[in-house]
């Protein structure tokens, strides 16, 4: 299963997530609901790099059976670069919620 954790600070901002875990829905190569939520995280850090003008912390192991991925905000960033972050952080959250309501069984949502 994929667990997805999100992090908010004291202001309910968005200011981190991991996920960890292989659905496991279909064999390697096919497996749809992986192949969504990589597409999803990856495409979320990539825009975070690119549109918010900051490098995010990034952490990937792949040696962790399915993998695993965490990316958080760096503290030092303005107000223009938080707002941007957080329209992709809670767009990235309400996709991965809208993929574990279709695949319960192979994505966990823990916010």
């Known amino acids: 299963?994929?667990?997805?954790?999100?992090?908010?600070?004291?202001?309910e901002d968005l200011v981190s997530f991991e996920v960890t875990g292989h659905a496991e829905s279909g064999t390697y190569g096919n497996d749809i609901v992986c192949a969504a939520v990589s597409a999803l995280t990856i495409g979320?850090?990539?825009?975070?790099?690119?549109?918010?003008g900051f490098t995010p912390l990034i952490e990937?192991?792949?040696?962790?059976?399915?993998?695993?991925l965490y990316v958080?905000?760096?503290?030092?960033?303005?107000?223009?670069?938080?707002?941007?972050a957080q329209i992709l952080l809670e767009s990235l959250l309400l996709s991965l919620i809208?993929?574990?309501e279709e695949y319960p069984d192979y994505v966990e949502i823990n916010q």
Do not use: H
């Open 1 to 11: 299963m994929i667990q997805a954790f999100f992090r908010r600070n004291d202001k």
């Open 98 to 100: 809208g993929v574990a």
């Open 60 to 68: 990937t192991n792949d040696e962790v059976e399915g993998g695993y």
């Open 72 to 84: 958080e905000l760096p503290l030092e960033i303005n107000d223009e670069q938080l707002n941007i």
């Open 44 to 52: 979320t850090t990539n825009s975070l790099a690119v549109l918010s």
